[in-house]
Each structure stands twice: as structure tokens, then as C-alpha cells.
């Protein structure tokens, strides 16, 4: 069975300054996707950013790219330029690349992130 | 174009009744997927659809049921409300070609907040 750690409940940063989340995994797959999801209060979950695991190249969307270590199982987030609107909380998850696993996530615990004025 | 729009918003029960939530996902996806979110257990999946057939379920008492019409909406089932049961009850749809999906990224709806008395 697969599983996913965040380690950090709770994390502050200030705006414009860089913030990296944890995550760690453990699977036996070989092929699999990883992703960030944001929830920030009381809205909907929103994808951040995706992480192939057969591609070694560090995904990056704007603000936000990951250290995707497939041999530690590590795949933590970096935002940099911290933002007002990314205070929200972050999942890290896992999903099984296979027929039959679609739509199928294993989250992490979550991570709350204040960004302070 | 529409996002995830889940029934109702919010609700209150009491022990031993049942109740009924509703999907509808993004047009053209064919792949329903539903979560419980609570403070203690976090995000865990609880089944998944495509084509009116369940494909995936999580581990869920036989009392979490739900199935999905030929227009792709879903709707999940609770019968014999327990206190445990509340919670935010979150949809996601996905772009699934066949078997497997094109990207992996869900698209989450806002949830349903279910209260048990």
C-alpha cells in the first residue's frame, strides 16, 4: 500500500520570501504521478503542480517547482515571492499510474501556510 | 466552462438517518471520484466511477455507496448516519480517455459539509 508524510502541520512565511513544504512517500510502483494541491479556507482544492515519475526534469509552474528525489521517495514544494493569497492548506499526493487507478489519490496529512503581511 | 458543482453545500442530520450528495463534474469527463475530509483521518478516497461502473473503492463500510447516471453525474449514498460520518464530502472529476487518465489532475468541487447530531 502506498503512503504519503508531510512531516510540517504547520509552516509561516513572509511575503516575498521562499518557503519550501516537505513530503515524503513510500511505494513500490514504478510508475506513478505526484502532485501539490492547495485548499485555501473555506474554498476548493486546486492543483498546483504535477510531477511525472518517469520524468527526472523538476517540474516548475511560476512561483511554485518541486525537488522531486524518486530514489529518497522525497517530493517537497518550493514557492518562491511568497504571496498573501497562497495562505492555504497544501497536499501532497500520490497516484498509481495503472487501469483501474484513476482518480484515486493518496493524500498526505496536509500543511497550513500563513503568509504574513 | 462549468467546474465540479456538488448538492447541497451543507446539511444537518441526525444518528441512524441516511442521505443522498450530488455531482455533477465538468462536461466531457467521464470519471467521478469521491473523498471524505476530516480533521483526524484527512483526505481519504471512497470510490470512484467511469462509464456508470464503479472502478475503484476505498475502505468504507457497505454503508457509503453511490453510482454515477449515463451523464456522468454521481451521486453518493450514506445510510445509517453515524456521529463519525461528519465531514466535508469532496467530488472530483477527471478527464479519463479509457482506462487511464490523460493527465492525473482532478477537479475538485467545494464539498458538501455534512453535520451528524
Known amino acids: 500500500a502506498q503512503t504519503v508524510t508531510q512531516s510540517q502541520p504547520e509552516m509561516s512565511v513572509q511575503e516575498a520570501e521562499t518557503v519550501t513544504l516537505s513530503c515524503t512517500y513510500d511505494?513500490?510502483?514504478?510508475?506513478?504521478?505526484l502532485f501539490w494541491y492547495k485548499q485555501p479556507p473555506s474554498r476548493q482544492m486546486i492543483l498546483v503542480i504535477r510531477q511525472e515519475a518517469y520524468k527526472q526534469q523538476n517540474a516548475t509552474e511560476n512561483r511554485f517547482s518541486v525537488n522531486f528525489q524518486k530514489a529518497a521517495k522525497s517530493f517537497s514544494l518550493k514557492i518562491s515571492d511568497s504571496q498573501l493569497g497562497d495562505t492555504a492548506m497544501y497536499f501532497c499526493a500520490f497516484m498509481k499510474l495503472s487501469s483501474g487507478n484513476t482518480g484515486k489519490l493518496i493524500f498526505g496529512q496536509g500543511t497550513t501556510l500563513q503568509v504574513k503581511p | 466552462k462549468a467546474g465540479v458543482t456538488q448538492t447541497p453545500r451543507y446539511l444537518i442530520k441526525t444518528r441512524g438517518q441516511q442521505v443522498t450528495l450530488s455531482c455533477s463534474p465538468i462536461?466531457?469527463?467521464?470519471?467521478v471520484s469521491w473523498y471524505q475530509q476530516t480533521p483526524g483521518q484527512g483526505l481519504q478516497f471512497l470510490f470512484e466511477?467511469?462509464?456508470?461502473?464503479?472502478?475503484n473503492k476505498g475502505n468504507f463500510p457497505g454503508r457509503f455507496s453511490g453510482r454515477q447516471f449515463s451523464n456522468s453525474r454521481s451521486e453518493m449514498n450514506v445510510s445509517t448516519l453515524e456521529l463519525g460520518d461528519s465531514a466535508l464530502y469532496l467530488c472530483?472529476?477527471?478527464?479519463?480517455?479509457?482506462?487511464?487518465?490523460?493527465?492525473?489532475?482532478?477537479?475538485f468541487g467545494e464539498g458538501s459539509r455534512l453535520t451528524v447530531l
Open positions: 511505494t513500490s510502483e514504478n510508475n506513478y504521478y
Open positions: 472530483a472529476s477527471s478527464l479519463a480517455r479509457g482506462r487511464t487518465s490523460s493527465t492525473g489532475e482532478l477537479f
Open positions: 466511477y467511469f462509464s456508470e461502473t464503479q472502478r
Open positions: 462536461s466531457g469527463h467521464r470519471s
